[in-house]
């Protein structure tokens, strides 16, 4: 745009601007912003990692205590690194954690026998139950990074919702 056209346009805005009451002798009236809105509660939160890529997990599950660690996965076809939290509310057992080293979504479909491949958020994602009842659900979040979340029968439900929560940075 030109400099007479950008002069126009500048003269048109004032005319519109003082025919709709908002000339230049008038202080605008001041436009107050609210806050973003906070959220209803901070979730801390945990992080495991593959190399670079960290993978942050709630630190707490409600109405459920933290019981220690793992460092395997049975179901798994072949040798990977495995890093991941436990949880338990009597027999009942939720587990969290990440599995190292499957780069590609072809190496990621066979990683497990017998799960049925599907897409969480846009990625390859397995599920898969044990014979002892165990629910799996794993996402392969970048190459060398999936992300692993399971439960006992009578916390199930909570699968979704705990990923969910799972961010990486």
Known sequence: MGASMRRLAAVLLMFALTACGGG??????????????????????????????????PATIPGIDRAGSFARLDSLQRPLRVRGLIWSDDDERVYVGVVCGVRTAEQFATVVARSALTVYRGRPALHWTTRTGLRNFMWLERPGTAVYVAATPGLATEIRSIAADITTG
Do not use: H
């Not at 979730?43 to 495991?48: D, G």
């Open 24 to 57: 230049a002798d008038e202080a605008p009236e001041p436009q107050a912003t609210p806050p973003p809105p906070k959220p209803a509660f901070t979730r801390a939160t945990t992080a495991l990692s593959c190399g670079a890529t960290k993978v942050r997990i």
